[in-house]
């Protein structure tokens, strides 16, 4: 708005007449008349409605009174019409007002009128919404920098992330390549998704005989013998990976020089993003030794079981076709004895009385190593009562028991999931042998007792995953004549005697019995003893 121009067509007016400056109500914003001392000397109906009803009472008055006006920097300017106005000089400034309600931002432009009163126009313009909308404008652009400038960050960062990230991925299939490339134990292979192979390790190289360059593109079926070719096992391979996922399969390969190998194979399908076969990953592994070294073992146990048979025939043999010369052995020994024991003479007695101690100590013999190798077989197995197999067993020795006034002290057995024939022999043994190595002068005794414990609780050494299992642990200790414990595992062996047979009859087999009947109950057993008082024999049996 050009105030001058303004001033310059309104009338004079008398410094001591009324304001007759009327022309600006014809002005579009609010505006007042001035003097030199800042005292209002006319106002328009914008002003009165920019400023309020109190302000049409404000002709005569000093301008300050009415309202404060603030600068850019907050700071009131109360002196404004004695600075402004005195100074004559137009000037356009902003202000901000504060009226009752809210503060608006004025532009305030002042101009003097030439007359004789040298009085002075001040129109006020609300420029509040666009000083406001300007902020806000400012204010959006600087957001609006801000998100760029935290947008540019962020893809810096991710950028960089991604960089670091692509090479981690770079190194990462670098070192897996190499890995696969130098693993020589395994043939790793990829295939297309026609089997045509895409690439090929130092692995294959060793297990297969062809190089990289012989190899690549070519079906993975030549690795296989003309008969699983002929009936398209490599393609069944092919269709079950496709189909599951995964086939794996054993059996005999073809190397390039012709010669096999026992191959143990996974073929694994990949798969794109969408689920669709793209290939196929082919291990291979050379087990060719432990393929041989399985046939020997199946070799080994059809002798074993053929020889088994063998053992079993010379059982029966032995029970059966041994024992009948040694029945007539002893027959004829007693006939002669008693038909011709008048004709013989001390000599002949004796060799005849020795003929057939001998016989009977075969026989006893024969009849120890049947035993013995039908323990070999584990029997039935049922829930054994222990307890009631001891008591049979001492009713079979009661004529020993008395003979030698022996006491047995027996406390708690617990049941045995075993063969009940075996259990017997295993107590018939260890009470007869402990009756038979009795001291002449002192009355045997023989206590039994078992419990129950764990592993880890005992005094055997057992393997670390039997610690925590539990045993019947059951001790069976007489006051005999006992024994050196060097000889303690040797007591166990078949025929070992520490006694000679005068002093103590026996096969020498019965612990060996005994032994056998805890292995097949897969349990463990050991000995203790002193010379002269007595031996304990420590027998584990899984509860």
């Known amino acids: 708005m050009d105030l001058e121009n303004i001033a310059d067509a309104s009338p004079v007016v008398s410094s001591d007449n009324s304001p007759n400056d009327s022309f600006i109500n014809l002005l579009p914003v609010a505006a007042c008349i001035c003097n030199t001392s800042g005292v209002i000397k006319n106002i328009n109906q914008k002003a009165v409605e920019l400023f309020g009803n109190s302000f049409s009472t404000s002709i005569g008055t000093p301008i300050s009174e009415h309202f404060k006006l603030y600068n850019a920097k907050n700071a009131c300017v109360t002196d404004y019409s004695l600075t402004s106005l005195s100074d004559g000089i137009d000037k356009t400034i902003e202000l901000t007002f504060q009226n009752k309600d809210f503060p608006i931002i004025l532009k305030s432009s002042i101009a003097t009128i030439k007359n004789e009163a040298g009085s002075t126009i001040i129109c006020f313009e609300d420029i509040t919404d666009a000083v406001r909308a300007q902020q806000a404008l400012l204010e959006s652009e600087h957001r609006y920098q801000e998100l760029i400038s935290s947008l540019e960050r962020e893809i810096e960062n991710s950028t960089a992330e991604l960089k670091n990230k692509n090479e981690a991925l770079q190194r990462s299939e670098e070192r897996y390549h190499k890995m696969v490339d130098e693993v020589e134990d395994y043939a790793i292979l990829l295939l297309d998704k026609e089997g045509l192979i895409q690439n090929w390790n130092k692995g294959a190289e060793k297990i297969k005989g062809y190089s990289e360059a012989e190899i690549i593109g070519k079906n993975f079926r030549l690795f296989y013998l003309p008969e699983d070719q002929a009936s398209k096992l490599p393609e069944r391979l092919i269709e079950h990976a496709r189909s599951s996922g995964k086939a794996v399969h054993e059996g005999w390969r073809m190397r390039k020089n012709g010669t096999r190998f026992w191959a143990s194979v996974v073929i694994t399908a990949l798969h794109d993003e969408n689920g669709g076969v793209i290939g196929f990953a082919k291990v291979t592994r050379d087990l060719t030794d432990k393929k041989l070294a399985e046939d020997k073992l199946k070799r080994y146990a059809e002798e074993l079981k053929f020889q088994n048979s063998e053992l079993q025939q010379f059982a029966y043999v032995a029970s059966h076709d041994l024992q009948e010369p040694l029945r007539k052995i002893k027959t004829f020994s007693d006939l002669l004895i008693s038909k011709y024991e008048n004709a013989l003479d001390e000599e002949g007695r004796n060799m005849l009385l020795r003929m057939q101690v001998a016989s009977d100590r075969m026989k006893v013999l024969i009849t120890d190593l049947l035993n013995y190798s039908r323990i070999s077989k584990m029997l039935d197995k049922t829930l054994v009562n222990t307890g ?156």
Do not use: W
């Open 388 to 543: 009631k197999e001891v008591e049979d067993v001492l009713i079979d020795l009661d004529t020993s028991i008395r003979d030698k006034k022996a006491i047995i002290n027996i406390k708690q057995l617990y049941p045995i999931y075993g063969n009940s024939t075996q259990i017997r022999q295993l107590f018939q043994n260890l009470i007869s042998n402990a009756l038979k190595f009795s001291k002449p002068d002192v009355t045997p005794s023989i206590d039994i007792s078992a419990r129950i414990v764990h592993g880890y609780e005992t005094d055997f050494k057992l393997p670390d995953e039997k610690l925590q299992n539990q045993f019947q642990y059951i001790e069976v200790s007489d006051n005999g004549i006992g024994f050196e414990q060097q000889y303690a595992e040797k007591i166990f062996q078949v025929f070992q005697r520490l006694h000679g047979r005068e002093e103590y009859k026996g096969s020498g087999i019965g612990l060996s019995i005994v032994q056998k009947v805890v292995e097949s109950h897969n349990g463990y057993i050991k000995a203790e003893g002193k010379p002269g008082e007595g031996a304990t024999f420590k027998i584990l049996l899984p509860f």
